[in-house]
């Protein structure tokens, strides 16, 4: 028997359906904002991406995984700043550094820290044959003026260079791009940790040092945070099953399959995937954890 509504003609079926998806969607929506309690969570992030071994494969790999996080953030209203790009001898990216802006980005995003790897017919092999690539993924909170993290002058190196890439007159004719080099030794661990931040978002100097220095509290910050949960992630590392490598995440073209290791969540929907539909591995991973 049709509920009433639907018989006086107030609804449709069809209206009844839809109303009932989008529950389900803001439903699991608020129970995926319930997963980011750190304190870190709120945060935006900032995201290293480097190519790693396979040649121009992994050039090509770097590039592709920086369209895939960068569709993602379009798609969920966050804004993309391009901090650092080194681009390959060919093609693809050696390397990257990006500030996503907005609520929870680094809540989010902290799953995707890792190796990636991919396996497809490489379009760069004469042959065509089946080659496998990684490119490895580093994703740190970006600390706002709310949270006080010390740097010691002493353990800061500066040098300039000149920005690289297509821009105004000063690209290419001053030393406008800055590299920071900061050295310490941990004073809980007694570990040398050392950074080396380059930007050159501006054609200011000054300015890229700024950002390099907020970029350097951001590392140091999630420094802070991977000491403080050492404990738990020891007993967590017990828990989890031996995987073959070192990757988090494999991408496996020809076999239309995206596979985490760390929570067994596939999909053979690649293409979706490389377009920025990846919500799903980042519940998974929220879930899990």
């Given at each position: 028997?049709?509920?009433s ?13 839809q109303?009932y998806?989008?529950c389900?969607?803001?439903?699991e929506?608020?129970?995926l ?33 920086l369209?895939?996080?960068t ?21 693809g990216v050696?390397?990257c ?12 995003l ?19 044959k ?6 490895s ?11 006080e ?17 297509a821009?105004?007159q000063?690209?290419?004719k ?11 030794k941990?004073a809980?661990t ?9 930007n ?11 950002n390099?220095?907020?970029i ?10 991977d ?27 020809d076999?239309r ?10 999909t ?15 519940k ?6």
């Amino acid at each position: 028997m049709l509920p009433s509504f639907i018989e006086e003609g107030i609804a449709t079926e069809e209206d009844i359906e839809q109303c009932y998806s989008r529950c389900l969607e803001l439903i699991e929506a608020l129970e995926l904002r319930n997963m980011l309690r750190g304190e870190e969570d709120r945060l935006g992030a900032i995201i290293d991406i480097n190519a790693g071994a396979g040649g121009t494969e992994a050039l090509d790999w770097a590039s592709m995984l920086l369209r895939m996080y960068t569709r993602w953030c379009e798609a969920h209203g966050y804004r993309v700043k391009m901090l650092d790009y080194q681009a390959g001898d060919e093609v693809g990216v050696k390397s990257c550094t990006m500030e996503i802006e907005g609520d929870f980005a680094y809540g989010y995003l902290k799953s995707e820290n890792g190796v990636h790897r991919m396996v497809r017919l490489s379009p760069f092999n004469a042959n065509n044959k089946r080659q496998t690539t990684f490119a490895s993924v580093a994703v740190t909170p970006a600390v706002d003026d709310t949270i006080e993290i010390v740097v010691n002058p002493a353990n800061v190196e500066w040098e300039t260079y000149r920005s690289s890439g297509a821009g105004g007159q000063n690209v290419n004719k001053v030393e406008t791009a800055a590299r920071l080099r900061y050295h310490f030794k941990d004073a809980d661990t007694g570990e040398e940790i050392s950074y080396v931040i380059e930007n050159q978002e501006t054609r200011s100097q000054l300015m890229n040092k700024e950002n390099a220095m907020r970029i350097l509290r951001s590392k140091l910050y999630q420094h802070e945070l991977d000491k403080r949960l050492a404990t738990q992630q020891a007993i967590e590392a017990e828990k989890k099953r031996i995987e073959w490598g070192s990757q988090i995440r494999s991408y496996v073209f020809d076999d239309r399959r995206v596979k985490d290791h760390r929570t067994g969540h596939q999909t053979s929907n690649v293409d979706a995937v490389m377009d920025g539909a990846i919500d799903d591995f980042i519940k998974a991973y929220l879930m899990q954890n």
